[in-house]
């Protein structure tokens, strides 16, 4: 039987399998009629949980190029859960506001993670809080490790740091 790390390393490994999967699949259906890329999904929940944005402050908030956010921006405004506009004071900078489907999806999407997170922690319910204490201190140094031997990686290959 191997040990006990390296059962837990298959474990998380599984997990970042399954969440990759998720994200670079096409579609996620959220209801009947609203089936959308992850992409497209967190730029509306960046919308509706920090307000109108504009392409640059969304860029910056999902960490992703102004070129793909707004690519993505004009699909979502084409299936009309995105509405552009100009600010009253500001002429040049487009802002974006959801539509009633953009919030009907927006509230899709947070349905979705409460099934998710009500799945994995009904299974903690047996843990002491100890325990958990324990797992999350785990996890923590797990991914802090994981970042920085990652970043080292790629400062020695690129040049540069991600995550700093």
Request: glycine share 4%; aromatic share 12%; charged share 30%.
């Amino acid at each position: 039987m191997r040990d006990i790390e390296y059962q837990m390393e298959v474990a998380i490994e599984n997990i970042v399998n399954k969440h990759f999967e998720l994200l670079y699949s096409n579609k996620v259906a959220y209801t009947a009629e609203i089936i959308l890329g992850v992409m497209e999904i967190h730029i509306i929940d960046k919308i509706e949980n920090y307000g109108e944005q504009n392409i640059t402050q969304l860029s910056a908030l999902l960490g992703l190029s102004k070129s793909t956010v707004s690519r993505k921006v004009s699909s979502l405004q084409k299936k009309g859960y995105v509405k552009k506009f100009k600010n009253g004071d500001n002429k040049k900078d487009v802002y974006l506001r959801l539509t009633d489907l953009g919030k009907e999806a927006f509230y899709a999407h947070e349905e979705f993670h409460k099934k998710r997170r009500y799945l994995c922690y009904e299974k903690m319910t047996s843990y002491s809080s100890r325990e958990k204490e324990l797992i999350l201190e785990f996890l923590t140094l797990y991914s802090d490790s994981l970042t920085k031997f990652y970043d080292k990686e790629v400062y020695e290959q690129n040049g540069k740091y991600h995550s700093e």
